[in-house]
C-alpha cells in the first residue's frame, strides 16, 4: 500500500522548517490563512508529480531550500529529494529506494508514483455545473483509448446530423399543421371530388355582356336623336328663315336614326343573372375542391415527415445504444458509467447530486483515482472545512476503504502556526 511517511521541507513559500513523521496517516493541516497549508501541499504533491516550481518558491530572504519526502510504493521505502536557491529555482532532484540506488530521473519518479494529480472530490464538485460535468467529460475522454474516441466522435457526429434534421423536419412537420389545420373544408366533402370547367360559359358571358353594351350604347343614341329630332321640329316653328338648314340637318338625322334602327333590330338584351349564378356556383364547388387537393396533399406530405422523424428518433436512440455499448466494453474502470457530450452517466442518470448521491459520485472519483494511481495512494483535499464533518467522515471511509491517505486543509481562525494533526475516525 502506498503511503507518505514522511515530510521534512526547508524554506519553501510559507514554511521554513517543518520535520514531520506522518507514518502513513491521513492528516488535517490546520491554522489561519497564510500560515502554510497550501505550501506542504504544493511541496508534497509538486515534488512527487515533478510538477515545476514557480520562480518565488523559496522562502522571502533565503538563499536556499529543499524538500524532502520519504514513501512507500509497491511494498517498498523511497525518499525523494528536491533542492533549489534563489538563483535556481528549478533546482535538483534525486530520488533514493531503501537499497541504495540513486537517480535524478524524473520517469523512474513516474513510474513509482503513478498520476497522483487527480483528486476526486474536486471531479466531485465539477458535477455541480453545467460548465464543470463537460470537463468530466473531456477527462474520462482521456482515459479511452483512440480508436474507442474515434468511433465516440463518429457517433456524436451521426447523431448530431440526425437530430439536426430531426429538428428541422419537425419545425416543417409544425408548419405543415399549422397550414392543414388553417384549410377551412366544406361539410360534405364527398361532393367535391373534380373541379368544374366553365371556360364556355366565362366566355358567353363575356360575349353576351359585350353584346348589351352595344344595345344600350345603341339605345342611348336612338334616344339622343329622338331628342335632337324633337328639338328641332320646335326650332323650325319659331325659325322659319332657318327651316332649309334644318331640314337638311333633319335628314342627315333621319338618316343616321333608319342606320340605328335597323341596327338595333338585331339586338337584344341578355340575361346575365344565370350564367352569373353558374359561375358563381363553379367559383365555389371548385375552392372546396381545391381545399380538399391541398388537404390530401399535405397531409400525405405530414405523414411522410413524420415517419422520417420516427426514423431519425430510432436512429439517435440506436446510436447512444452503440456509443454505450462501445464505453461499456472499453477499459475504464467504473462499469455502467457512460457520457454524451454534456454530462456523465451512472446507470443511465446524471451524475449531479440531483440525481445520484454524493456518496455514489466521490465513490467514481475514487474509482477512477484508483485506476490512475495505484501506486502512491494520496490525494489532497482544499478547503476541508466547507465539506462539514459527516462528509468528511463518509470521505475518510471510501479513502480508508480504498486504501487511500489524505491531506486535508481546514482554515482555523486564530490558529497562527501550521498544525498537522492526525484525522481520527
Known amino acids: 500500500m502506498g503511503r507518505i511517511i514522511r515530510v521534512h521541507i526547508e524554506n519553501f513559500k510559507k514554511i521554513e522548517h517543518l520535520d514531520k513523521n506522518i507514518d502513513g496517516e491521513s492528516i488535517f493541516l490546520m491554522g489561519d490563512n497564510e500560515v502554510g497549508k497550501s505550501s506542504f501541499i504544493q511541496a508534497v504533491f ?3 508529480s515533478n510538477t515545476k516550481f514557480p520562480e518565488k518558491s523559496i522562502t522571502k530572504d533565503k538563499e536556499s531550500g529543499m524538500i524532502e519526502v520519504e514513501f512507500v510504493a509497491n511494498n517498498k521505502r523511497y525518499t525523494a529529494t528536491k533542492k533549489f536557491t534563489a538563483k535556481n529555482p528549478k533546482g535538483y532532484f534525486e530520488i533514493k529506494t531503501e537499497d541504495g540506488l540513486s537517480t535524478s530521473s524524473v520517469s523512474f519518479l513516474s513510474s513509482i508514483v503513478g498520476n497522483i494529480s487527480f483528486n476526486p472530490f474536486e471531479f466531485v464538485e465539477m458535477s455541480k455545473t453545467a460548465n464543470g460535468r463537460r470537463k468530466q467529460v473531456a477527462f474520462l475522454r482521456q482515459l479511452l483509448s483512440d480508436d474507442v474516441n474515434s468511433h465516440i466522435d463518429d457517433i456524436d457526429l451521426k447523431r448530431k446530423q440526425d437530430f439536426e434534421s430531426r429538428t428541422d423536419g ?7 399543421e399549422s397550414n392543414i389545420s388553417e384549410i377551412k373544408l366544406p361539410k360534405t366533402p364527398e361532393r367535391y371530388s373534380e373541379k368544374i370547367i366553365v371556360a364556355k360559359e366565362l366566355q358567353a358571358y363575356r360575349e353576351a355582356d359585350r353584346k348589351n353594351k352595344a344595345f344600350n350604347e345603341c339605345k342611348k343614341s336612338v334616344d339622343f336623336v329622338s331628342q335632337q329630332k324633337e328639338q328641332l321640329q320646335n326650332e323650325i316653328d319659331d325659325l322659319e328663315d332657318k327651316i332649309n338648314a334644318k331640314k337638311s340637318l333633319m335628314k342627315s338625322l333621319s338618316k343616321d336614326e333608319t342606320t340605328y334602327l335597323d341596327e338595333l333590330q338585331g339586338l337584344k338584351l341578355i340575361d346575365l343573372e344565370p350564367l352569373r349564378k353558374k359561375i358563381e356556383r363553379a367559383d365555389s364547388h371548385n375552392k372546396n375542391f381545391e381545399s380538399i387537393e391541398k388537404h390530401r396533399k399535405l397531409s400525405k406530405k405530414l405523414s411522410n415527415y413524420q415517419k422520417r422523424m420516427q426514423d431519425l428518433t430510432n436512429s439517435i436512440e440506436s446510436l447512444m445504444l452503440r456509443k454505450t455499448e462501445i464505453i461499456s466494453n472499453s477499459d475504464l474502470p467504473i462499469k455502467n458509467l457512460t457520457f454524451d457530450d454534456e454530462s456523465l452517466y451512472l446507470n443511465g442518470m446524471v451524475l449531479d447530486e440531483s440525481q445520484v448521491s454524493t456518496s455514489q459520485i466521490i465513490e467514481v472519483g475514487v474509482k477512477l483515482a484508483v485506476a490512475l494511481n495505484p501506486n502512491l495512494k494520496i490525494i ?19 479513502a480508508d476503504k480504498h486504501g487511500y491517505q489524505l491531506f486535508i486543509e481546514k482554515v482555523q481562525a486564530g490558529l497562527q502556526e501550521l498544525t498537522i494533526q492526525a484525522f481520527e475516525s
Open 46 to 48: 509538486g515534488l512527487l
Open 170 to 176: 419537425n419545425k416543417y412537420i409544425r408548419d405543415l
Open 380 to 398: 489532497s483535499i482544499p478547503r476541508g472545512e466547507s465539506l462539514g464533518s459527516k462528509r468528511l467522515q463518509s470521505i475518510k471511509e471510501f
